[in-house]
């Protein structure tokens, strides 16, 4: 089937972990956004979630780290940080193993990658689940980008892995939607965090939502650092989103810098 | 310097009970699994976030120990300034400050 959702969101663990200390009329509007995210997939009576997600540590670390990782495990369980901290409990998602292995194997004939049949999901998953699959009964393959550790890949690199997992999505049987969550510019886990560029954020969104691959794939890393901090990194998973919806237009649902939040938040969807 | 290992200590810190339950359990044993320093085995034992940071382990790894060790959030973000005070700027790494006014 056809990929059913495209879309975007943010997932900083502030957003659940210090949600008592955001602005209720920026948080309340943020979080029903989220929450209409995950009506709308669900009304595209999807048979998988997938997200393509930045994680931090969780799972992969310098003694191997992929560009990208998919999973392909039963279950997941998650999040890794201490619940209390993290505002989530434990949970057990459950995996789509059979469906991943056919996605990763089609996608192998178009690019590298590797796979995992054990992942730990950390907040950059756990956040948005909690928002969109609430009971975690939709079966969910994660995928990662290192946006952690340098050399990473270039966001050219992102939109090809993008359309490589739409033209493996499109040729399965099953319905399958697609969420990609990353921060746009933020300085998160140091001193400044908090401090969100927002004109930086509205150009990049304003390229994601025109589905500009030219002005998407541009950004240098040192562009990235020094007008997006470290965690701009993360628009690698945007830049998948976008690949995946090539030839459509997306629309941002919202957009707010919640600076307790450490991120410019943000929901999106493609026109696919 | 083996800033690797004392993130590669944390990374396993962070996501494996068997390390946890070390950690409780021989937090001195942990420490001579890996290659370290004195001086970072002194900024774990501390633990000494401030200096943590300052060495370069990566943000979302030292996020987490932070926690771990009772740190709430706008004491964790102190002792970041505080260890830049003390122990001068970043020494490796990607999470360096810029103007070190966040939102807390
Ligand atoms: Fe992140």
């Given at each position: 089937?056809?990929?059913?959702?495209?879309?975007?969101c943010?997932h900083?663990?502030?957003?659940?972990?210090r949600?008592?200390?955001?602005?209720?009329?920026?948080?309340d509007?943020?979080?029903?956004?989220?929450?209409?995210m995950?009506?709308?997939?669900r009304?595209?009576?999807?048979?998988?979630?997938l997200?393509?997600?930045?994680?931090?540590?969780?799972?992969f670390?310098?003694?191997n780290?992929?560009?990208?990782?998919?999973?392909?495990?039963?279950?997941?369980?998650?999040?890794?940080?201490?619940?209390?901290?993290?505002?989530?409990?434990?949970?057990?998602?459950?995996?789509?193993?059979?469906?991943?292995?056919?996605?990763?194997?089609?996608?192998?004939?178009r690019?590298?990658?590797?796979?995992?049949?054990?992942?730990?999901?950390?907040?950059?998953?756990m956040?948005?689940?909690?928002?969109?699959?609430?009971?975690?009964?939709?079966?969910?393959?994660?995928?990662?980008?290192?946006?952690?550790?340098?050399?990473?890949?270039?966001?050219?690199?992102?939109?090809?892995?993008?359309r490589?997992?739409?033209?493996?999505?499109?040729?399965?049987?099953?319905?399958?939607?697609l969420?990609?969550?990353?921060?746009?510019?933020?300085?998160?886990?140091?001193?400044?965090?908090?401090?969100?560029n927002?004109s930086w954020d509205?150009?990049?969104?304003?390229?994601?939502?025109?589905?500009?691959?030219?002005?998407?794939?541009?950004?240098?890393?040192?562009?990235?650092?020094?007008d997006?901090?470290?965690?701009?990194?993360?628009?690698?998973?945007?830049?998948?989103?976008?690949?995946?919806?090539?030839?459509?237009?997306?629309?941002?649902?919202?957009?707010?810098p919640?600076?307790?939040?450490?991120?410019?938040?943000?929901?999106?969807?493609?026109?696919i | 310097?083996?800033?690797?290992?004392?993130?590669?200590?944390?990374?396993?810190?962070?996501?494996?009970?068997?390390?946890?339950?070390?950690?409780?359990?021989?937090?001195?044993?942990?420490?001579?699994?890996?290659?370290?320093?004195?001086?970072?085995k002194?900024?774990?034992?501390?633990?000494?976030?401030?200096?943590?940071?300052?060495?370069?382990?990566?943000?979302?790894i030292?996020?987490?120990?932070?926690?771990?060790?009772?740190?709430?959030?706008?004491?964790?973000?102190?002792?970041?300034?505080?260890?830049?005070?003390?122990?001068?700027?970043?020494?490796?790494?990607?999470?360096?400050?810029?103007?070190?006014?966040?939102a807390?």
């Open positions: 089937m056809p990929l059913v959702y495209a879309g975007i943010s900083a663990p502030g957003i659940t972990g949600a008592e200390r955001a602005d209720p009329a920026l948080r509007p943020f979080c029903q956004h989220l929450r209409d995950g009506d709308e997939i009304a595209e009576r999807p048979d998988a979630l997200v393509v997600a930045a994680e931090h540590f969780a799972n670390f310098m003694d780290m992929p560009a990208y990782c998919m999973g392909m495990a039963d279950y997941y369980d998650g999040p890794i940080e201490d619940p209390q901290w993290l505002g989530i409990e434990p949970q057990r998602v459950p995996g789509a193993a059979s469906l991943a292995k056919r996605l990763i194997g089609r996608m192998m004939a690019i590298d990658l590797a796979y995992a049949q054990e992942w730990k999901f950390d907040h950059g998953i956040v948005p689940l909690h928002f969109l699959t609430p009971a975690y009964d939709l079966p969910v393959i994660p995928a990662n980008i290192n946006c952690q550790g340098p050399p990473l890949t270039p966001p050219a690199r992102a939109y090809e892995f993008g490589a997992l739409r033209e493996a999505c499109d040729a399965v049987e099953e319905r399958i939607a969420v990609g969550t990353g921060g746009i510019s933020h300085w998160p886990a140091t001193p400044d965090s908090g401090k969100i927002e509205r150009e990049f969104l304003s390229r994601w939502a025109a589905n500009d691959r030219a002005a998407l794939t541009a950004y240098s890393d040192e562009e990235t650092w020094r997006g901090g470290q965690g701009g990194f993360e628009i690698r998973t945007l830049i998948a989103v976008a690949g995946a919806a090539e030839g459509a237009t997306g629309e941002i649902r919202y957009y707010a919640i600076p307790i939040f450490a991120v410019g938040c943000t929901v999106g969807r493609m026109r | 310097m083996s800033l690797y290992y004392v993130q590669k200590l944390l990374y396993q810190l962070n996501r494996d009970p068997h390390a946890r339950a070390r950690f409780d359990e021989n937090f001195e044993g942990l420490l001579d699994d890996f290659d370290l320093t004195e001086e970072e002194a900024a774990l034992r501390a633990p000494d976030i401030g200096l943590l940071y300052v060495m370069g382990v990566n943000g979302q030292l996020m987490h120990y932070a926690a771990l060790r009772g740190f709430e959030w706008d004491r964790y973000i102190q002792a970041m300034r505080d260890g830049l005070k003390l122990h001068g700027p970043v020494r490796a790494g990607l999470y360096l400050t810029t103007d070190g006014r966040g807390v």
